[in-house]
């Protein structure tokens, strides 16, 4: 058998600038279209992920009238005694947390400034809580019995130039339609890395919260996170009861689904598109390589070689430029996804509602499955593209070939 | 014994409206062993009748018989394979494989024909001794002179052990040493091998080697002289 590969190495080593420089295209076009997908990926991960873990959980039990839209406390639209579910329903294995939640509309105002938040009244010690207490960058978190005590986003903070232990007035709209106003003592001021989140939720014990609002024993959901989210029709099916709706995940973000959905089509497109300009890039190249070797083909034809053999060749020339271009490329987005996923790409706050939760810093995340299928992709377009010059190359008549007619 | 038999074949290319017949009818019969010379002025028709020989192109009426084998009707692969097995071919323009050494270049039609790394190795060597060229096995063309890339192309034409190698005025580019040492080594490789040789040529000197001599004008046989 010829070995085509060796022919097709020194083939392209005859113009080793050019050679490079069509790798050069499919390394950088590879490079940087792993980057985008670990970057998508990255955002849609932390986008799920965050929104999940601060808005809406996994599931939520709601009473069947509840609109989470409008943040009501009237008692018609709450769980009554929601803490004997929330335990019940932590008891089951799938479930890592669920606890109850309160969650009203109000303004903190300090001396003349003010800003709309939403109360959510807490059960602090809750595993679910773990993003704010985690996140306390002063002061302390509450505790269940703190009567008089709040924790503050730290884009709050900063607008309103709070400290911990500084003294804010919040308003709530109560039960009864009714409002009322307290002084509280901010404890601690936290952050999620999700300004969009933390500068609108403010923090109360539960306890403290339900009679803040006239909501006594009473909570607007239950929040629950699950060990693993693919779990969460089965819970829900569980935990039906009587008066109340379990929500899960996916119907809770409809929107964050469908922009997953959407943004693997976009990706699709943007591989295509770069994909396209570097396979233009190496057909190019090869048909530059068809034109000047045509006499060289036309002495391989009459020497024997045959049309198939001629394809042969120039394919290993194309397969070894995507070897040499989209190895490199593949390690290079690899080792900047590596290190953006370490170190973040800061966009700050996007301001995307609580629909669309986004870390203010965004960390790459590049799996292996795309990895694997975008490099497999940019081979066989590379070589696929290849096929037209090859083919041009192998219908060349002997005859005219050896007189250099294409 | 024949290995080529042509009659009345007629080669007309057309390019745009204009039509040129390149050969008008020719027939004539090459037997095995022959060194033969085709002769005739610039646009006599031997190129296009050598070409034709080789099943490098087609006649446009007429019959090619090669090592008893009609091949006009042969689809292109088929005409390549025929080829590899029975025909040798050395161009005017060196025509080697620029990024091969001479020992590749001679290996090549081997490698197309199947041959096993240890019969290529010892083909190779032998026709590389034949053309006195043995130690220049690694160089490239660009390494070599012109005499030199033509003994590569001959020793290349023989590797397959063909039935006849035709030759494409392979003096045109070479000085009077090199030319001669071709065609004397072309002559020792047909005494002794049996192998058929014919040349397209108008160069005197490579005329004064045939044992025949066709001369065409204008697409016709207009002599053709043996002894």
Sequence with gaps: ????????????????????????????????????AAFFQGEMRSSMETTLKLNTGHLQVRDEDYDPDKLSVAWEYLIENPDQAAAQIESLDPVLAAT???????????????????????????????????????????????????????????????????????????????????QFTVRGIFTTGTSAWDKGVVFLPLAKAQAFARAENHA???????????????????????????????????LLVLVEDFSNAYLAVINLIVLGVTATVIVNTLLMSVFERTREIGILSAIGMKGRQVIALFLAEASLLAFGGIGAGALAGWAL????????????????????????????????????????TAFLVTVLASLYPARMASRMEPVEALHGKQ | MEVAKLTNVTRVYKIGEVE???????????????????????????TTLLQLIGCLDKPTSGSVIIGGQETTNLSRNQRADLRKGTIGFVF????????????????????????????????????????????????????????????????????????????????????????????????????????????????????????????????????????
């Design chain 2, 92 to 227: 005017q323009f060196f025509a080697l494989i620029p990024t091969l050494t001479a020992y590749e270049n001679v290996e090549m039609p081997l490698l197309l024909n199947g041959k096993t790394p240890a019969q290529r190795k010892q083909r190779v060597m032998e026709l590389l001794e034949a053309v006195d060229l043995a130690d220049r096995g690694h160089h490239r063309p660009d390494q070599l002179s012109g005499g030199q890339q033509q003994r590569v192309a001959v020793a290349r034409a023989l590797s397959t052990n063909p039935k006849m190698i035709l030759a494409d005025e392979p003096t045109a580019n070479l000085d009077t040493a090199n030319g001669e040492q071709v065609m004397e080594i072309m002559k020792k490789l047909n005494k002794e091998t049996g192998v058929t040789f014919v040349f397209a040529t108008h160069d005197p000197r490579v005329i004064k080697y045939a044992s025949r001599v066709v001369t065409l004008e204008d697409g016709v046989i207009v002599k053709d002289t043996k002894g």
């Design chain 1, 1 to 36: 058998m010829i070995n085509y590969f060796k022919l097709a190495y020194r083939n392209l080593g005859r113009h080793r600038r050019r050679s490079l420089l069509s790798a050069l295209a499919l390394a950088l076009g590879t490079a940087l279209l792993m980057f985008i």
């Design chain 2, 20 to 46: 040129t017949r390149a050969l008008n009818g020719v027939s004539m019969a090459i037997s095995d062993g022959e060194f033969t010379s085709l002769v005739g002025p610039s646009g006599s028709g031997k």
């Design chain 1, 337 to 376: 996804s590596a290190y953006f996923g370490k170190v973040g790409v800061y966009f700050g706050d996007l301001g995307i509602g609580e629909q669309m939760l986004l870390e203010d810093r965004i960390y790459t995340y590049l799996t292996l499955d795309s990895a694997v299928s975008l490099i497999v």
């Design chain 1, 100 to 182: 109850p939640r309160l969650l009203a509309s109000g303004i903190v105002s300090v001396r003349d400034e003010s800003a709309g938040v939403q109360i959510m009244g807490i059960v602090p010690e809750s595993e679910a809580n773990a993003p704010y207490r985690d996140g306390i960058v002063s002061g302390e978190f509450i505790t269940a019995d703190d009567r008089e005590g709040i924790i503050i986003g730290l884009p709050l903070a900063e607008s309103l130039d709070l400290r911990a232990g500084d003294s804010i007035n919040l308003l709530v709209n109560t039960s009864d339609g009714d409002v009322d106003e307290q």
């Design chain 1, 220 to 254: 607007s959901i239950i929040f629950v996170l699950l060990n693993d989210r693919e779990q969460a029709d089965e819970v829900a099916a569980a935990i039906q009861g009587e008066g109340v709706v379990v929500k899960t995940w996916t119907q809770m973000n409809e």
